[in-house]
C-alpha cells in the first residue's frame, strides 16, 4: 500500500469518528468535559508558573543575583530608644567600614526614603514614593533610562535639588507629557526632572516578603540632598537600605556571613538590620512554585485521568451499539487491524476536540486569574504543546483496549447480534 492510500485511509478513519461524535452529541459532549478540564487546568496552571517565574527573576535582577541588600529594621517608641543606646542604625559608615574591610565587594549603593507630605507639579499631583539614592542606584538596580538623564556625583556633591521619575510617577506628574526640564514640588523643596524610567519595570513590591522593586511609582533625588535637605525623625536609621555588589565568582551566601558579621560588630549585636541574599530568595521561591506547579498537576492529571476512563467508557458503549456493523466490515474483508485503527483514530479525535477547547479554555482561565487575583501570565507554546501532547496520549491509552476489543469480535458472532 502506498503512503498515498495510508493518508486517505486515516484521513477517512478521522471523517467517520467526526461524524460519529455528531451523531451522539450529548454523549460526546460530556465525554469532552473531563479532557476540557484537564488541559484547561494545565495550561492555565503553566501560564500562572511562567508569569510569576519571569515576574520574580525580573524583580530578582532588580536587587541583582550576584548582589547584598542590607535594609534597615525599623522600630519606633522605647524599643528604637533601647536599639540606638547599641547602635545608631544602617548609615554610611557601615558602608565605607564594608568597603574598606571586605575585598569582595565591587561596589555599592545606599537610599532613604522621604516621609512625603505633597508631591506635585503644575500639571498633576502624585502619591509615588520619594527615595534619596547615590547614582550608582540605578546601575545595581538595572533600571534603564528613556529620556534625559541620571543622577551623578556632581549632583550629590553640590546637593542639587533634582529628580529622575519612574514612569508611572512621570505620567501623573506630567499628564501632557515633556517632563525632563519640568519642576515638580515635594514637600517645601522644588526639584528639576532630569531623566525618566523606562517602562518595563516590575509593578511589584514584594518577593518571599522582603519589599523589592516597585520603582515605576518612584521619584529619586540625590542622597546628599535628601539627607541634608528633607526631614526624617529623631534616633531615625540614616540609610534605609544598601546594596552591595559583589565581585565575580564570589558565592553570595558564604559573603553575606561575612558581612553580616562585620554589621554587627559595628551595631553592638543589636538586631536592627537584615541581610537579604537575593540568590537565596530566587531558590525560595523556585521552591514554592514548584509546589504550586505540583499540586495543580495533580489537579490537571485527575481531571485527565476522568478524561480518559469516559472515553473508554464511551468507546466501550461505542462496540456494543455498533457490533453488527463490525461484523459486517470484517465479513467484507476488513482485518482486525483496520478495525482497531478505526476505534483508535476515533479516540484519538475525541481527545484532540478536548485538548484544543481544553487550549482555548485554559488560556481564558489563565487571564480571568490574572484579572481576579492579580498573578501575571505568561504564555508558553511549550506548555500548549506539552498540554496536547498529553491529552493525544490520553486518548491512545484509553482507547487502545476498546480498539483491541472491538478487533477482537467474532464476525460470525457480530453478525448475528442485533
Not at 37 to 45: D, H, S
Not at 142 to 155: I, Q
Not at 230 to 248: C, G, H, R, V, Y
Request: charged letters at 20%; hydrophobic letters at 45%; proline letters at 3%.
Amino acid at each position: 500500500m502506498s503512503m498515498a492510500d495510508k493518508v486517505r485511509r486515516y484521513q477517512l478513519g478521522v471523517v467517520q469518528a467526526i461524524g460519529e461524535m455528531l451523531h451522539h452529541k450529548l454523549r460526546t459532549a460530556l465525554t469532552l468535559l473531563g479532557m476540557i478540564f484537564g488541559v484547561g487546568a494545565v495550561i492555565a496552571m503553566l501560564s500562572v508558573g511562567e508569569g510569576a517565574e519571569r515576574e520574580a527573576l525580573k524583580m530578582i535582577e532588580s536587587m541583582g543575583l550576584n548582589n547584598l541588600v542590607v535594609n534597615a529594621r525599623p522600630s519606633e517608641g522605647e524599643a528604637l530608644k533601647t536599639v540606638r543606646e547599641h547602635s545608631i542604625g544602617l548609615s554610611l559608615r557601615d558602608v565605607e567600614s564594608a568597603m574598606e574591610t571586605l575585598p569582595f565587594i565591587d561596589a555599592y549603593s545606599a537610599s532613604k526614603q522621604v516621609k512625603v507630605f505633597g508631591l506635585f507639579s503644575l500639571q498633576g499631583r502624585s502619591d509615588a514614593m520619594v527615595q534619596g539614592v547615590t547614582p550608582s542606584y540605578f546601575d545595581l538596580s538595572a533600571l534603564k533610562l528613556a529620556e534625559g538623564r541620571l543622577l551623578n556625583s556632581e549632583d550629590e556633591r553640590f546637593y542639587r535639588q533634582l529628580a529622575v521619575l519612574g514612569p508611572e510617577a512621570a505620567r501623573s506628574l506630567f499628564p501632557r507629557g515633556e517632563p525632563v526640564g519640568q519642576r515638580i514640588k515635594i514637600n517645601h523643596q522644588w526639584f528639576t526632572v532630569v531623566g525618566v524610567l523606562r517602562e518595563g519595570q516590575s509593578g511589584k513590591s514584594a518577593i518571599e516578603g522582603v519589599k523589592v522593586g516597585g520603582e515605576r511609582n518612584q521619584v529619586f533625588i540625590p542622597l546628599a540632598t535628601a539627607l541634608k535637605k528633607m526631614q526624617f525623625k529623631p534616633l531615625e536609621d540614616e540609610l534605609d537600605t544598601i546594596k552591595f555588589a559583589l565581585k565575580s565568582g564570589v558565592e553570595p551566601s558564604l559573603a553575606a556571613q561575612s558581612l553580616n558579621h562585620l554589621i554587627s560588630r559595628r551595631h553592638g549585636k543589636a538586631q536592627d538590620y537584615d541581610v537579604v541574599v537575593p540568590a537565596d530568595l530566587l531558590a525560595q521561591h523556585q521552591r514554592t512554585q514548584q509546589i504550586f506547579n505540583i499540586v495543580m498537576a495533580c489537579v490537571a492529571g485527575i481531571s485527565l485521568l476522568v478524561g480518559g476512563i469516559g472515553i473508554m467508557n464511551i468507546m466501550l458503549a461505542t462496540i456494543l451499539e455498533r457490533t453488527s456493523e463490525i461484523g459486517l466490515l470484517r465479513a467484507l474483508g476488513a482485518t482486525q487491524k483496520d478495525i482497531a485503527r478505526q476505534f483508535l483514530i476515533e479516540s484519538m479525535v475525541i481527545s484532540a476536540t478536548g485538548g484544543l477547547i481544553g487550549i482555548g479554555v485554559g488560556l481564558f482561565l489563565a487571564l480571568v486569574i490574572s484579572a481576579a487575583a492579580g498573578w501575571p501570565v505568561a504564555w508558553s507554546p511549550f506548555a500548549i504543546l506539552l498540554s496536547l501532547g498529553v491529552c493525544m496520549a490520553v486518548g491512545i491509552g484509553f482507547g487502545l483496549y476498546p480498539a483491541k476489543k472491538a478487533a477482537r469480535l467474532d464476525p460470525i458472532v457480530a453478525l448475528q447480534r442485533d
